[in-house]
């Protein structure tokens, strides 16, 4: 199940097919920590309104991503600027000429991540042939709080030595952190997106459980050569290069910086069809 459309398959658990450097330490700071900021009663357009000129993409994508990392941003306000950032990779996707100039010009400190994410959005979006109608079988539901999904990634990691940011990356691209629920016309089921029979194989619970799936595609993907093979095992679970390499993008990211994961959990769930993008907000198919 592919959150830009549904179109391909694997022998894998889906039925579709989605520059780390290391940080240092953080340093004792003598100012006072950033009060946590409460969602604001600022005006601004929900869903957020992407930049029409490749300029004004490129100052969206700096407020998204600086956004994102700063912890005083929280709730409704943390969840807009990753729906912002999302919007963004999206239409850089559709707009292939910008992505040289707007990478290009944008600052150094978050270059790195917005030309990984940029990346691999573009490469999954060439993974998908638009049809003229939306999915008749998903649901789309709020996904499970950001803390108790980052617990279930790297308690997956500790059991299996998965690390916990290739988990998320596949959560991310399989069903956008959960939010879909439905079975894919290969018959694929639950967040992680498992073949029943491949789920009897190596799932233990609840198919439709996120800790559950995600405990999966870790024991999954240690028995196809992860993390020695993370590529190889990839490939495995969904056979596009396209995949391994936007799962691996978002993975590296979200390793080199883990903040990156509050911006992920905010993406929404958007539909390619031939009239372009469709956003499907929660309470679809309902």
Do not use: K
């Not at 009060?35 to 869903?47: K, L, V």
């Not at 990691?157 to 939010?179: C, D, K, N």
């Amino acid at each position: 199940m592919f959150v830009w459309s549904a179109c391909t398959t694997s022998n894998g658990p889906s039925t579709r097919s989605a520059a780390a450097l290391p940080t240092d330490s953080p340093q004792p700071s003598t100012s006072p920590a950033p009060t946590p900021r409460e969602p604001t009663a600022t005006p601004r357009p929900d869903p957020p309104v992407v930049a029409s000129d490749p300029d004004a993409l490129g100052s969206q994508i700096v407020v998204a991503e600086r956004a994102i990392r700063d912890h005083a941003v929280i709730g409704a306000d943390l969840a807009w600027f990753g729906h912002l950032q999302q919007l963004t990779y999206r239409r850089l996707a559709a707009r292939p000429e910008w992505r040289d100039p707007v990478l290009a010009a944008l600052p150094s400190d978050i270059r790195g991540a917005a030309t990984a994410n940029a990346d691999a959005t573009a490469d999954l979006r060439a993974t998908v042939v638009p049809g003229p109608n939306l999915p008749t079988t998903w649901r789309i539901v709020e996904p499970a709080p950001l803390d108790d999904l980052s617990r279930y990634y790297r308690e997956a990691e500790t059991e299996f030595g998965i690390p916990w940011s290739y988990l998320a990356a596949i959560h991310l691209v399989e069903t956008r952190m959960g939010r879909i629920r439905g079975t894919s016309v290969a018959g694929a089921q639950g967040p992680m997106q498992f073949m029943p029979a491949t789920w009897a194989r190596y799932g233990d619970g609840d198919i439709n459980s996120d800790r559950d799936a995600i405990r999966a595609a870790a024991r999954y993907l240690q028995a196809n050569g992860a993390p020695e093979n993370m590529a190889g095992a990839l490939f495995r679970y969904n056979q596009s290069q396209r995949y391994v390499r936007a799962v691996t993008a978002y993975a590296e990211v979200m390793r080199a910086d883990p903040d990156a994961y509050r911006g992920y959990y905010g993406w929404q769930v958007y539909y390619l069809t031939t009239s372009g993008d469709v956003l499907l907000p929660v309470g679809y198919g309902r």
